[in-house]
């Protein structure tokens, strides 16, 4: 049971990945298909109760190319009930650099519940208080402002990877994982075979290294087979996908300015982790990250997002 937790934390992580650069990306590909876009972007909205963040002290205007910060929410819904978020990711971007940093939360991440007055898991946000809470939780763990946010039903990367018609990539391992064979070379990857390919580690010397370069070559070839689709049933799977799986704040218009003017960002992906360790505190499990480990990755955030550290409240 506990490695199939792991199996689709990993396999959430690479959704969340996923479908935060197809925003950078393809966007612009939805031209062909307006009416369609525009349709299916309205059907995800989900709207914050502000303008924009406690942490910005102005507006960000997309066409100046202000940089940008993109929460990707995976959560794990059912009916009658919100659930929790199972994966967090920070997603900068920085069209000035051409970079976009992407900053995994661990969900058992120990820090104060913004509204609730109380230390605890950071994914508990979600489910007290719904997207608001866990965003600006999140805000108050990093000290920078969330600009937007996608929300992601956990189960979708499968038909993500599926609807663009699967993925090729290079493997530099030959093993078996999950009932399927990957000899070294050119492997064309389903939406299954996918998830077996990304979530092996014991079989690769390299270890976690070895399966996040795979899980990074999957992210690629998706966006790759994304912005050269051709095939108008291929962008209906992908506007179906879209309207099944996922919310967000940002508007059709916005996402339009994003990929006008952020998408050389997406070119050059840095992912980090926050730093810390596990312990338990009366008889539950938490991740402890250290307050100069918390604080450091702050300000590197607030550098990506060229915001004066002077000015950022303190946790």
Partial sequence: MRERKKKKKKWLWITLSVIGLLVLSTGGYAYYLYKSAVNTVASIQEDLDRDKSEKRTEEV????KDPISILLMG??????DRGRSDSLILMTVNPNTSTTQMVSIPRDTRTEIIGKGKQDKINHAYAFGGTEMAINTVENFL????DYFVKINMESFKDTVDAVGGVEVNNTLNFSQSGF??????VNLDG??????TTMRKQDPRGDFGRQERQRQVIEAVIKKGA??????????????VRNNVKTNLTFDEMWDIQANYKTAAKNLEQF???????????IYYYIVPEENRLALSDQLKEHLEISTNTASTN
């Fill in 143 to 146: 000290d920078v402002p969330v």
């Fill in 228 to 241: 050269n689709i051709s095939s108008i049933t291929k962008f209906g799977d992908m506007f179906g996908v």
């Fill in 75 to 80: 959560v794990d819904e059912r009916e009658g």
């Fill in 192 to 197: 299954e075979k996918a998830l077996a390919y």
């Fill in 61 to 64: 205007i997309f066409k100046e």
């Fill in 273 to 283: 982790q926050v730093e810390g360790s596990g312990d338990t505190i009366d008889g």
């Fill in 181 to 186: 064979d990957f000899p070294k070379g050119t």
